[in-house]
């Protein structure tokens, strides 16, 4: 069983940048990749970005290209989303995923799910 707790999340401005964190516990050894997705009432769940615990390979989704970056600090079991330029169409609740096959843009390919963290951007 794996936990992952979200944290970093908040009102801001557009044009504001926030920085995002996922620790994970439990039985974090058997995760093989991690990622973000953001869904808010209303709207389909989105893709935003994908790791390799271990070899730190990246996906990033047609959102968070050029505007945010994932990282992780292994000996943390600590996953990062950093965002910058935000805009309004940012504004949803983040989810930190994680699972044990390799990097993935896919849903269910992610087991575990945490509570969420809620990002508004107003203009």
């Known amino acids: 069983q794996v936990q992952l707790a979200e944290s970093g999340g908040g009102l801001v401005e557009a044009g504001d940048s926030l920085e995002l964190s996922c620790e994970a516990s439990?039985?974090?050894?058997?995760?093989?990749?991690m990622a973000w997705f953001r869904q808010n009432s209303g709207k389909e769940r989105e893709f935003v970005a994908s790791?390799?615990?271990?070899?730190?390979?990246?996906w990033l989704g047609d959102s968070a290209k050029g505007r945010f970056a994932i990282s992780k600090d292994s000996d943390k079991n600590t996953m990062y989303l950093q965002m910058n330029h935000l805009k309004t169409i940012d504004t949803d609740v983040y989810y930190c995923?994680?699972?044990?096959?390799?990097?993935?843009?896919?849903?269910?390919?992610?087991?575990?799910w945490g509570q969420g963290t809620q990002v508004t951007v107003s203009t």
């Open positions: 995923t994680a699972g044990a096959g390799g990097i993935t843009a896919t849903p269910s390919a992610f087991d575990y």
């Open positions: 439990g039985r974090p050894s058997s995760v093989g990749a």
């Open positions: 790791i390799s615990w271990s070899g730190g390979n990246t």
